[in-house]
């Protein structure tokens, strides 16, 4: 059962666009949300944050957005540049495991087009 | 600077032997993970640590076993390898905290 869903595994934007991942999940336990970015041959690396008592956080070119009602979270990149190429996985966090478990999506790959 | 060091980046191995995959961090964190990675599946939690000779079982715990001796040191015990267990392995730790994982570069293990 696949609490955390990326329904898009592969996305392709033009240098400069936005990119827009999205990422359904169906634990209502869940209470914190992260985005993280991996490339080939490395581990991922910590993006983004947010917390379910916000709806948006931003730092830069990267900005999250969560829908509670929805269940659903976005990852916006804007403007997306060729070294935003990676895989994107979005995980989550319930209060219940004590905020030490993450429960990952099956990622995204972007490929930004030059 | 955080940093998470696993033992080895490729690793081929036969079915049967008993595989140890190492992982240690520099940051004193109390939290340590053993993820694999697989097309299509994500990053599935395998077993994690919240303390020194702590563990418990993650979604996928079937066919492994881990040791934390040692707070900056979490290993993943494979202890009769098999074919379907031909995967990226991936090490992490944090802080107690609402933080982030901070990942090691995976281990490719190739089981023959």
């Known amino acids: 059962d696949q609490q955390v869903k990326q329904n898009s595994p592969s996305l392709s934007v033009q240098e400069g666009r936005i990119s827009i991942l999205n990422c359904d999940y169906t634990n209502s336990m869940f209470d914190y949300f992260l985005w993280y970015k991996k490339y080939p041959a490395e581990g991922p690396t910590f993006l983004i944050s947010i917390s379910s008592i916000k709806d948006k956080n931003e730092d830069g070119r990267f900005t999250v957005f969560l829908n509670k009602s929805a269940k659903h979270l976005s990852l916006h990149i804007v403007p997306s540049q060729p070294g935003d190429s990676a895989v994107y996985f979005c995980?989550?966090?319930?209060?219940?495991?004590?905020?030490?478990?993450?429960?990952f999506g099956t990622g995204t790959r972007l490929t930004i087009i030059p | 600077d955080v940093k998470v060091t696993q033992s080895s980046r490729y690793l081929v191995k036969r079915t049967g032997e008993k595989v140890f995959l190492e992982c240690v961090q520099d940051m004193d964190h109390e939290n340590m993970f053993w993820y694999r990675q697989d097309p299509g599946l994500g990053l599935r939690l395998i077993y994690f640590s919240y303390d020194v000779k702590m563990k418990e079982k993650g979604d996928i715990p079937e066919g492994y076993s881990v040791s934390r001796e040692k707070k900056e040191r979490f290993s993943l015990i494979l202890e009769s390898a098999s074919t379907n267990q031909t995967s990226m392995y991936l090490c992490?730790?944090?802080?107690?905290?609402?933080?982030?994982?901070?990942f090691g570069d995976g281990t490719r293990l190739s089981i023959l």
């Open positions: 995980a989550a966090i319930s209060a219940n495991f004590g905020n030490e478990k993450l429960t």
């Open positions: 992490a730790s944090r802080t107690v905290s609402n933080q982030p994982q901070h």
